[in-house]
């Protein structure tokens, strides 16, 4: 348990944690081609660690020379895979549905096991588009364990009816792996870091509007540095925004446009945010970001930029709670299928502080207020991203609120906690 009680202010800098998203795709990857490369700036979280050991475990060496620098040899890789190989994905959805696709067109008998938590989300999504290329897959009632005997697959064109980077990255792995031209069309343009990733690495890919193609082919393997998560980032950002008197600057914090919704919905909500020095490292944009305390007005969030913030909508939720009149949410269903269902358990931890904050078939509305009561115990279900959302809420309570099971957070972030406190003032 962990008791947060309203602050004073935040100032100060810090260096937000490596992308959790580009960390998976950079082992995933190395894993993939074959050779020797360095990865600078490794996330630390459980997620990332897991998707580590797979890679390891499918035949890479992977030594660390510092606490975040790996040197990735996948030069023996695949060759010694005989008989089924189990592999532990713990938490983490992303190396589940990515593995999938990455292993489907491989040589050998793969099954990818979840936690209670992973085991109950659905995998329906990226089953049923594997399986239109051939892909042999046991499931059980398209939940996991996956088994996964590898298989030629056949290319296809997949019209994905919901804007996923996690499906997209499944149909696109495994279409390095197939003969052809496998293409991948989404409504919305979704986050594209394996898309940039590939490009980097010289993998056979072009992206046109909402439809990337991708030709069976080999990634190169080339060094990585992997920029600051913004969805990481966000947590501050929004809590930079709501306590009074703060100033704080984010420093190299990824800057991808598929993922900076958070600071589009912040603008538009009238934070006082600027981004400084801009730059490109390894095919991802990057800068570091200042955020001031604001006067937030309420907004409407919904269509297209969904997938572009369908993380940061929690903390969203959080600090549109005491922002200046009503806040509604459209369109994001999809938070149900997270950790935990992220609407339903959102709006009831929400409300135990005090907010006016309701729940819709995909989303919520909420009413503004000055302040929050607190004083209450509220719950994370095993999910960190509401466990931390809770708390940039708690910095807002009259009364101090304890957050039950806050050891979730560990799983992606386990820097929130000694990098928040180095910031703020009580």
Not at 106 to 121: A, N, P, T, V, Y
Not at 143 to 162: C, F, Q, V
Not at 178 to 194: C, L
Not at 387 to 408: D, H, R, T
Request: hydrophobic share 40%; with cysteine; charged share 25%.
């Amino acid at each position: 348990m962990v008791t947060v009680q309203k602050a004073k202010k935040l100032k100060g800098e810090i260096v937000i944690p490596p992308d959790k998203s580009i960390s998976h795709r950079s082992a995933m990857l190395g894993l993939l081609s074959g050779g020797k490369m360095e990865i600078r700036n490794f996330s630390a979280g459980q997620d990332c660690k897991n998707t580590l050991e797979i890679v390891k475990k499918l035949g890479a060496k992977a030594e660390f020379k510092s606490e975040k620098l790996i040197l990735l040899d996948s030069s023996d890789a695949f060759r010694d895979v005989d008989g089924q190989i189990t592999l532990d994905c713990g938490n983490s959805g992303t190396s589940m549905r990515l593995f999938s696709g990455l292993l489907a067109p491989k040589i050998g008998k793969f099954e990818l096991l979840g936690d209670q938590s992973l085991s109950k989300r659905p995998m329906k999504r990226i089953i049923e588009p594997l399986q239109s290329m051939g892909a042999i897959i046991e499931h059980n009632d398209y939940k996991a364990p996956l088994k996964i005997t590898g298989n030629e697959l056949n290319a296809i064109n997949y019209e994905s009816k919901i804007a996923s980077a996690q499906v997209k990255s499944c149909i696109l792995l495994a279409g390095l792996g197939t003969e052809g031209i496998t293409s991948f069309s989404e409504p919305y343009i979704s986050r594209d870091h394996t898309e940039r990733m590939l490009k980097y690495m010289g993998a056979g890919i072009i992206c046109e509007g909402t439809t990337t193609r991708v030709a069976k082919s080999r990634p190169e393997p080339k060094n990585i540095t992997i920029c600051g998560d913004i969805s990481s980032a966000a947590f501050f950002l929004a809590a930079g925004a709501i306590v009074p008197d703060s100033d704080i600057i984010i420093k190299n914090t990824g800057l991808n446009p598929t993922r900076t919704g958070i600071i589009d919905i912040l603008q538009k909500m009238g934070a006082n945010l600027e981004i400084l020095d801009e730059r490109t490292d390894c095919g991802e944009d990057v800068g570091d970001i200042r955020i001031k305390s604001s006067s937030l007005k309420g907004t409407t969030i919904e269509g297209a930029i969904i997938p572009r913030l369908i993380d940061e909508i929690p903390v969203i939720a959080a600090i549109a709670a005491v922002a200046e009149g009503e806040t509604v949410i459209k369109d994001a269903s999809d938070l149900r299928n997270k950790e935990a269902d992220r609407i339903s358990c959102l709006v009831s931890e929400l409300k135990k502080l005090g907010a006016d904050i309701e729940e819709t078939a995909d989303g919520m509305i909420i009413r503004g207020q000055k302040s929050l009561q607190g004083g209450a115990e509220v719950e994370c279900y095993h999910d960190h991203r509401l466990a931390m959302s809770l708390y940039v809420a708690g910095l807002m309570c009259e009364k101090s609120v304890k957050i039950n099971e806050f050891q979730w957070v560990d799983i992606s972030f386990p820097e929130f906690l000694p990098l928040m406190t180095s910031i703020a003032v009580f």
